[in-house]
């Protein structure tokens, strides 16, 4: 089992920045991935942006690509999400999710940040 526990979020004016973070506990030794989605309301989830926790290679849906920015500290087991120049479409929850791999793979979901942009 993994846990994961978000942090950081908030209500911040558009144009502004933000960081949050997901701590993983737990069966951390065996992750490969960790990725953050965001849900708005009436809104499927949708993927914000990934990175490989051992290579540290990184991923990012077109709409946040050069405003946010994902990194993680193997150390504190604990991956960010720094975003800039905000809009208000990126108003949503901001959820963490771990892939850990152990013969099959498996996804575990933090309980969600609340992320809202004022115009």
């Known amino acids: 089992q993994v846990q994961l526990v978000e942090s950081g979020g908030g209500l911040v004016q558009a144009g502004g920045s933000l960081r949050i973070s997901c701590a993983a506990s737990g069966r951390t030794a065996s992750l490969s991935t960790m990725r953050w989605f965001r849900q708005a309301p009436g809104k499927e989830r949708e993927f914000v942006a990934g990175?490989?926790?051992?290579?540290?290679?990184?991923s990012y849906a077109d709409s946040v690509k050069g405003r946010f920015t994902i990194s993680r500290d193997n150390a504190k087991n604990t991956v960010y999400l720094q975003m800039n120049s905000l809009k208000p479409e990126d108003t949503a929850v901001y959820y963490c999710?771990?892939?850990?791999?152990?013969?099959?793979?498996?996804?575990?979901w933090g309980q969600g940040t609340q992320v809202t942009v004022s115009s």
């Open positions: 990175i490989s926790w051992s290579l540290g290679s990184t």
């Open positions: 999710q771990a892939r850990r791999v152990a013969i099959r793979e498996y996804d575990y």
